[in-house]
């Protein structure tokens, strides 16, 4: 079994900061990468960043240059820092963890979500 576990939301003003944390455990082989996807109420689940193996990184377009995910390899971390937030940055953010557990199976597992709401 694989768990993933956010934290680190929270309510922020426009223009401000919050760093979100994930932590994948468990039967964990090795992880081929862990990301941030983002759901707004009555829009689709989006991609908001995502570092595989080796370190490279993608973001999505309406985060670039404001948004920095990194990587705590020993401890199967993942964090996002969020800078200039805006008000439409709000959102559930989940993390996803692409894992090969112990028995060789890759699979894609999802944290709970965490609220981050930025008002205005």
């Known amino acids: 079994q694989v768990q993933v576990v956010e934290s680190g939301g929270g309510l922020v003003q426009a223009g401000g900061s919050l760093r979100l944390s994930c932590a994948a455990s468990?039967?964990?082989?090795?992880?081929?990468?862990m990301g941030w996807y983002r759901q707004a109420p009555g829009k689709q689940r989006e991609l908001v960043a995502r570092?595989?193996?080796?370190?490279?990184?993608n973001y999505g377009d309406s985060v670039k240059g404001r948004f920095t995910i990194s990587r705590d390899n020993a401890k199967n971390t993942v964090y996002l820092q969020m800078n200039s937030l805006k008000t439409e940055d709000t959102a559930v953010y989940y993390c996803?963890?692409?894992?090969?557990?112990?028995?060789?199976?890759?699979?894609?597992?999802w944290g709970q979500g965490t609220q981050v709401t930025v008002s205005s």
């Open positions: 996803n963890a692409r894992v090969t557990t112990l028995i060789l199976k890759t699979d894609d597992y």
């Open positions: 570092i595989i193996s080796g370190g490279i990184t």
């Open positions: 468990g039967t964990i082989f090795s992880i081929n990468a």
